[in-house]
């Protein structure tokens, strides 16, 4: 499985199918629970984990000419909105969309607000819209895009097929652990809060991305030179204790990694509170929630060894 092939899955938050099923293909044993998270291992020791869902929106009503009414899902800037193209996507069903923009020629306002704007399906009513296949409560995601620039992977969705992707090439290398891959964080962690609350794990490393950068949010840091430990985010702390011992573990392995911060939060506050020491790895992201999220490959790379190396020494009981 490459990172090219997850980040072109659909998953829009609660819709995690597409991704789930190329999870499951590439990875052996799994087991689905019943909010759609995927594990893989015997749920105590160490766990890595990453989540499948990426923000996008929902089409909530169809108008009488056609075009469709949505709602955010997860944290989408409406700058980023007029002029998308999306995919609309259901059970054997996927349907192109844009989303207009008023032509600079008639434009009188400078501020547009999601609520003023439309995914058009190419419809000219409503009864044509329903027979292309548009209904209520489907999900749409950003265009799949990918491109390779530099020493960059720019794709949509790189939050969190990165991390999905590490968690999947460690597994696919033979690195001993508990995999998890969750649904549903970008609107409250809620994969990983049903899976803490029923897990035996000893401790959750959460491998996700980091939006990058801005000194007073992230530090210093600087995608290229390994994946951060993330300290602190609006969440709070985590665990200082397991986050030192990975820094110690990166150090004595010759595993580049940067001590840095994030805004937003991850899966590791779910952990956290459901008593279980949990740490969050990020790989940082450029652009972050846009179609066009880029990641360093050698922050990708690193993030592999990372685990591997994490799996083999931090403590499985006690
Ligand atoms: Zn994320």
Known sequence: MNLEDLTKALGVSGFEDDVRRRILEAVGDAEVDDFGNVIVGDKSGVAFVAHMDEVGLLVTSIEDDGR???????????????????????????????????????????????????????????QEAESMGAAPMMPAAFKREYAEMGRFV??????????????????????????????????????ARALASKSNVRSAIIVDTT??????????VKPGNGPIIRIF????AYNNKLARRVLEIAKKRGI????????????????????????????????????VEMAHKDDLKYTVELIAALAEELPRTG
């Open 154 to 191: 720019s794709a949509t969705a790189i939050d969190d097929r990165a991390g999905c992707w590490a968690l999947i090439e460690a597994y696919k290398r033979g690195v001993d652990a508990t995999f998890m891959w969750t649904v549903q964080e970008e609107v409250g962690l809620m994969g």
């Open 256 to 291: 580049p990694v940067q001590i840095g911060a994030g805004g937003g939060g991850t899966d590791a506050a779910a952990f956290f509170v459901s008593g279980i020491p949990a740490v969050s790895i990020g790989i940082l992201s450029k652009y972050s929630h846009s179609p």
């Open 211 to 220: 939006a990058c950068c801005h000194p007073n949010f992230t530090g210093g």
């Open 68 to 126: 469709l009414k949505f709602r955010k899902v997860g944290g989408v800037d409406d700058k980023i909105l007029p002029g998308s193209r999306v995919v609309l996507y259901g059970e054997g069903i996927r349907l192109e969309g844009v989303i207009g923009v008023q032509p600079p020629h008639f434009q009188q306002q400078q501020q547009t607000s999601w609520q003023d704007l439309y995914i058009d399906i190419g419809a000219t009513s409503r």
């Open 233 to 236: 985010d609006n969440y709070g």
